[in-house]
């Protein structure tokens, strides 16, 4: 089992920025690809970004690219979502996933962390 944690949601102005943090246990981090989704109210949960084991692939969902940056740092055992230029449609809860090497749906699911963009 993996454990994942998000943090670092909040209430933003549109144009502003927030890191958020997922702190994962459990097992070993380095073993796992990474990702961001989403869920806004009434729509369904969409990819954000994924970032691979080794963080030497990076993913983004066409509507945050050149806005969100992934990384991961492997020691620390957390991923991190650095989003900038946010706008009100940024407006959902975001979840923090974890998938094994290999493996092709993500398994491991966090909470979630709110993220508010006033306009």
């Known amino acids: 089992q993996v454990q994942l944690v998000e943090s670092g949601g909040g209430l933003v102005q549109a144009g502003g920025s927030l890191r958020l943090s997922c702190a994962a246990s459990?097992?070993?981090?380095?073993?796992?690809?990474m990702g961001w989704f989403r869920q806004a109210p009434g729509k369904e949960r969409e990819f954000v970004s994924g970032i691979s084991w080794s963080g030497g692939n990076r993913y983004y969902a066409d509507s945050v690219k050149g806005r969100f940056a992934i990384s991961r740092d492997n020691a620390k055992n957390t991923v991190y979502l650095q989003m900038s230029s946010l706008k009100p449609e940024d407006t959902a809860v975001y979840f923090c996933?974890?998938?094994?090497?290999?493996?092709?749906?993500?398994?491991?699911w966090g909470q979630g962390t709110q993220v508010t963009v006033s306009s």
């Open positions: 459990g097992r070993t981090f380095s073993n796992y690809d």
């Open positions: 996933a974890a998938k094994g090497r290999g493996v092709i749906h993500y398994e491991y």
